[in-house]
């Protein structure tokens, strides 16, 4: 599973406690390794930084994949050393290149994608991505993403952004300074790719391509409708995109570390759990792409 963090593109880690405290839960209830991404912040790190980390890690994912096959020790001239009986890969100075857990543990061909916030539309963009790169990921195969809260908007407010715009933890005002903050000066609008999945003719592929989509979302977050329409956007095409509901909830709810002792939080780890499960089962999966 890879995980992207929140923090509206400005703040969060993926190494904070709160960050860490989720990603563990996840792990253990899903079953799964969990590789959390640090990707570069605004405005330091304006869009499409943070996108294209998260593609840097797909790449990263198929190169260590690679790597664990090869039965040699090769450095970087090309020379093969043989260690012990067993082939190592490592570079000049004898360091491995193969992160031997995810080599041991990990298994490409099922990774899912999870983000939380912010972290939500890299994930999809992420999604997107190797939809279009297909066999180039090899062996990495994306068989399903969850969108926790995500952080989309658009010029034309829904109904929930009009009543709620002055929710809990993150309100609206906040979130646009977010995105100014994020997007370079001469392409800020809500109706950016980035923000918006609901604009006529987004680039990348058709919905209808894209892997099955969990959306969890809370009720007292003002970004809730543009996140279920969305969903039913998917839905239309086929794909399944089921949207898990919770009330009295707010923005973050599972993934603050102030909130992650509450009962709501671990029940969303759960029920994430049961919806990921299908996916990673090894019975396997058939891919539309």
Known sequence: ????????????????????????????VCDVIVVAVGYRLAPEGR???????????????????????????????????????????????????????????????????????????????????????????????????????PFFIGNTPTHSEIKLSNSYFFDKSMSILAWRLFLPEDEFNLDHPAANPLIPNREGPPLKRMPPTLTVVAEHDWMRDRAIAYSQELKKVNVDAPVLDYKDCVHEFATLDMLLRTPEAQACAEDIAIWVKKYISLRGHEFSY
């Open 1 to 28: 599973m890879v995980q992207f963090h929140g923090g509206g593109f400005v703040e969060g880690s993926c190494e904070s406690v709160g960050n860490d405290g989720f990603c563990r839960r996840i792990a253990k």
């Open 47 to 149: 869009y499409p930084a943070a996108f294209e980390d998260g593609v840097k890690v797909m790449h990263w994912l198929a190169k260590q994949a690679n790597l664990a096959e090869c039965g040699e020790v090769v450095g970087r001239k090309g020379e093969v050393r043989k260690s012990g009986g067993e082939g190592r890969v490592v570079d000049a100075f004898g360091a491995s290149l193969v992160e031997p857990w995810l080599a041991a543990h990990g298994d490409p061909s099922r990774c899912v994608l999870l983000g939380s916030s912010c972290g939500a539309n890299i994930a999809d963009y992420v999604a997107r991505k190797s939809v279009e790169s297909g066999t180039l990921l090899a062996p990495v195969k994306v068989v399903a993403q969850v969108l926790m809260y």
